[in-house]
């Protein structure tokens, strides 16, 4: 097994995420919450790394800033080789439109829109020609293996279905980085499986990074890297190119 | 998004069916009241001047004037002609012995200006005979319900015998009673006996004189009011609006429909948001700009007020022409009640989706991580 300095392992042109001396505090006073607690940590492009950790360890928070939807209280956060809390916030709306990809959770599809409408809806939010969108989407659609659901609406799929439309959304417009949340807390075992397979596939590409917040230990095999967390700081960051990750199983995980 | 929640969707349309409905309906009403306070007035078509005491206020505002007002506005440079109109309440008894408040309209005995219009059953020149009365189709319905229409009924008006010879449509008036019109040579004798019983001079400027220099003329000459017919009716109109609780009365009806609708509207609407707020954080987060959020907000809400404005539009109308025929209610839906009601229709959806925008325009776009 080996840990990684994450701070001296890669070159800045390595690397889709650098994160350095990140902290995160919410409230004030009495009621001051230190989420993070200057967190360092490098995601290189063409890997796909699983955040890992207890709950309220800070990965949610973690993965917020780092997808720009949260601004960190201090530290540096380079995405794609952009200094995200140089940006305004008009200019982080742009960005994460135009190069990061979310998968969600709950997954967060609109249940008025049929399948393939829903992923269309980052195209169609970049100003592409709805015909067009739909085009891509129907594309995309079709290597998730939901091809003959296009028309469908979500709400008649499937919860491993509505999963893979929400990685057809986070995918269709080609970011450059990929922001997954407990994608599979939701499905079986299977489903859960097949998810990771289809990001994994599809989404870890030379020029890409993907990272996927978990709890779920059956899927870390599909892991390039693991990052551990625990109280608001990167206990550990594992290659798995070189080591397998799921035996033994990472600890509060 | 909304469509997609049918219940949610169907709530705020029908908060906003509610509020247009209730607004279209009662301010039609409203209208029709209007329409019934000047119904005399419109029915006398002929002439373009009413002159009458200059202390009346509207048109069941008699104050009787000399007979020889008549010949003093006749005399005034620019007056055409000029014809004597009596108006008054009198209680006319029938064959039964049963008593019945009427509305008695005297007309000019040689020229019958103020006669009705359409008459469906008699002759207007069997109004010269002696005793001769016309009544509208109302009234005659009112004092002999069931009836078939009949000419040649009997009835009595200050023990002076009256004989019907025609039936006429008359416009319905405020005060709902029949309307009777005779000569005014008759309605004098019919009405009870005063010392002035000139109610109006019905007058027409000579041609190319504007009507309104004629009155002016007029009521420099003689001391007396003369107003064109619309400066007649928008007097009376103005009456029923300033002296009476008639408006207060409706606009308060239109003020509920117009909180309920929008409590009933806003509410849904804002549940909707909150229900969707992850939604709505999902497209924040994936790089959805907050004016386009603004403009998805606005479109649902202006589809939800397009969509009830055309449902309650089409109810209230669909109420007036239901009930035409069948109820003693006054509607008139003109187009500005059309106006009025998308414009508090408008209001409606403004209201109901300023809460919920400023909801989805602060909404944390890292929502979508929280569990």
Known sequence: MTLFDPVDALSETDVAVRVRGVTKEFGSGDWLTKALRGVDLDVPYGALLMLVGPSGCGKTTLVSIVAGTLQATEGEVIVLGKDLAAMKSSQKVRFRRDNVGFVFQSYNLLPALTVVENAAVPLIIAGWRRSHAIEAASEILDQLGLGNRMTSLITELSGGQQQRVAIARALVHEPRLLVCDEPTSSLDAENGRITLELISKIAVQPDRAVIVVTHDSRVYDFADQIASMEDGQIKSVRDCRTNACKNPPLENS | ?371
């Open chain 2, 1 to 371: 998004m909304l469509i997609g929640n049918r219940v949610k969707y169907l709530g705020i349309v029908f908060g906003v069916v509610f509020a247009a409905l209730l607004i279209a309906q009662q301010s039609s009403i409203f209208c029709g009241i209007m329409l019934l306070t000047i119904g005399q007035i419109r029915d006398v078509e002929g002439p373009g001047i009413w002159v009458m005491d200059r202390n009346v206020e509207f048109i069941d505002d008699i104050k009787p004037m000399s007979d020889t007002d008549l010949f003093r506005v006749k005399g005034v440079k620019g007056v055409d002609w000029a014809v004597a109109f009596y108006k008054g309440l009198v209680r006319a008894r029938m064959e039964k012995g049963d008593f019945h408040q009427v509305i008695l309209l005297g007309i000019d005995d040689a020229t019958l200006i103020g006669a009705p219009e359409g008459l469906f059953m008699g002759t207007l020149s069997d109004l010269r005979t002696p005793e001769a009365v016309i009544m509208d189709d109302a009234g005659y319905a009112r004092i002999w319900p069931g009836e078939p229409f009949v000419l040649g009924k009997v009835f009595e008006m200050n023990d002076h015998r009256a004989v019907l010879v025609g039936i006429t449509k008359a416009s319905r008036t405020f005060q709902s009673f029949p309307i009777i019109y005779t000569r005014y040579s008759q309605a004098v004798l019919f009405a009870p006996s005063e010392r002035k019983v000139l109610s109006f001079v019905l007058a027409n400027p000579k041609p190319g004189i504007p009507a309104e220099d004629v009155c002016r003329t007029i009521t420099t000459s003689t001391g007396l009011q003369a107003l064109t017919r619309d400066q007649f009716m928008k007097k009376t109109i103005r009456h029923f609006l300033m002296k009476t609780g008639i408006p207060v009365n409706f606009g308060i009806t239109v003020m509920l429909g117009f909180l309920v609708g929008t409590a009933i509207a806003g509410q849904t609407f804002y549940l909707f948001t909150i229900e969707n707020i992850k939604q709505f954080g999902a497209l924040k987060a994936m790089g959805t700009s907050n004016r386009t959020i603004l403009l998805m907000v606005l479109s649902q809400a202006v589809q939800v007020g397009i969509v009830g404005y055309g449902v309650g539009v089409g109810l209230a109308a669909l109420f007036g022409w239901g009930t035409r025929g069948l109820t003693k209610l006054a509607f008139f839906m003109p187009w500005q009640v059309l106006v009025l009601t998308a414009v508090a229709v408008f209001l409606i959806i403004l209201l109901a989706s300023l809460l919920s925008i400023r909801k989805v325009l602060v909404v944390d776009p890292a929502i979508v991580f929280r569990g």
